[in-house]
């Protein structure tokens, strides 16, 4: 495995390479992901006027992409293959690139965190290398096409772990014996994260490592301190902001959930000694305050100096389409997109991608 990676190590050397920004790295990051963006493409979902999407976005002020990769899910989609076709044009595009890897095989976030199906019967050591090599495939991948990845998250959304249940984990306690397998959890999930980002330098020495959790709102000191304690390694917080779901939040309104957001994210800034970025966000779509709401949080993102920059979660998807595998399952169609009826960036699309950090300015 090892020569194979060096093998490709080296072809990389020989390749082009598309790795081209408009935005320095470290600069504010006014993103998307789009890992829906070849679907809708094969089941001809027009842009503005038949136009190239990323190349739509980005004369609007986008300058960076956010990008699943599935283990290998049923359909095809959000798979390396498919991941690697789109981080190709977004490198063209002079787009700075998050990869997001779910290590999963269908979607990953705290209440589903399925082991691949390929992976089902590992134990603990295998399952540790079976995530430092799939980290290690996805990047080399990028790596022989020429791209650089400025961005690597090691799971997605798992603030209870991932890889259940081998690595579900849950708040600590003292309370013995249950404690006892509280600690060994937090212990194999931590290591899943270790040896992700031990593999994600390995291929890009200077790629920033993201450990990404929900709810931008809600303080876990617990989590952070239990990833610290027990070896979990990151370079980046990541958070999801959604402020208009009071159904999933308790209720609080839009205001409240900025103002929290905003609270949590100088805390952890101050107490991790690193940065924080909104790796995921979204609206209602055809709600007249989301621009409303939008410009306020990036009023008090962009003030917080260690605030990297903000992703809108799919904000391609518009007019009720919804990807094949939500059909079976009976899911309706995504409703926080941020695309209008005729293909074009939203108001809430057009706050998010005019918005610059004042020390930029």
């Known amino acids: 495995m090892k020569k194979c990676f060096l093998l490709i190590a080296a072809i990389g050397l020989l390749t082009g390479c ?35 999407c990323i190349g739509l976005l980005r004369r609007e002020g986008m300058n960076a992409v956010r990008l699943r990769v599935w283990v290998n899910h049923s359909t095809g989609w959000s798979n390396k293959a498919d991941m690697l076709s789109l981080a190709r044009r977004a490198a063209k595009a002079g787009q700075r690139i998050m990869i997001d890897i779910h290590y999963s095989d269908f979607f990953a976030d705290p209440s589903h965190q399925t082991i691949p199906a390929a992976w089902q019967n590992y134990d603990y050591e295998t399952m540790l290398e079976a995530v430092r090599e799939h980290t290690l ?43 006892k397998e509280i600690d060994e ?17 390995e291929a890009f020495s200077d790629i920033t490592v993201i450990v990404h959790v929900d ?21 980046m917080i990541g958070l999801s902001h959604y ?13 409240e959930m900025n103002d929290l957001a905003e609270e949590n994210i100088k805390h952890l800034i101050r107490e991790w000694h690193c940065p924080v970025m909104i790796a995921e966000i979204g609206m209602f779509a055809n709600d007249s305050i989301s621009p409303v709401v ?47 009826d005729e293909g074009y960036p939203s108001e809430v699309m057009h706050v998010l991608l005019k918005s610059q950090k004042e020390s930029e300015q």
């Open 215 to 235: 709810n931008a709102y809600e303080r876990r000191d617990w989590f952070w301190k239990a990833m610290h304690e027990h070896g979990g390694k990151w370079d």
């Open 18 to 52: 598309y790795h081209r920004t408009d935005s320095p790295r470290g600069s504010w990051a006014k993103g998307a992901d789009l890992s829906w963006l070849s679907e809708m493409e094969h089941d001809s979902v027009p842009f503005g006027n038949h136009e190239d």
């Open 185 to 201: 959890a937090w212990g194999r999930y931590a290591g899943f994260t270790r040896v992700g980002y031990e593999a994600a330098k």
């Open 137 to 179: 495939d996805v990047l080399y991948a990028l790596k022989e096409e020429g791209i650089k990845p400025e961005w690597v998250q090691i799971g997605n959304e798992t603030p209870n772990g991932m890889l259940w249940p081998m690595g579900k984990v849950s708040k600590p306690t003292l309370t013995l014996p249950k404690g």
């Open 243 to 255: 402020p208009m779901m009071s159904a999933w939040n308790g209720g609080k309104t839009w205001q």
């Open 294 to 340: 939008m410009a306020d949080f990036i009023k008090r993102a962009t003030a917080i100096d260690s605030c990297a920059g903000i992703f809108y979660w799919e904000p391609e998807c518009y007019g009720g389409w919804r990807p094949s595998e939500y059909i079976p399952l009976g899911w309706g169609s995504y409703d926080m997109g941020a695309f209008t």
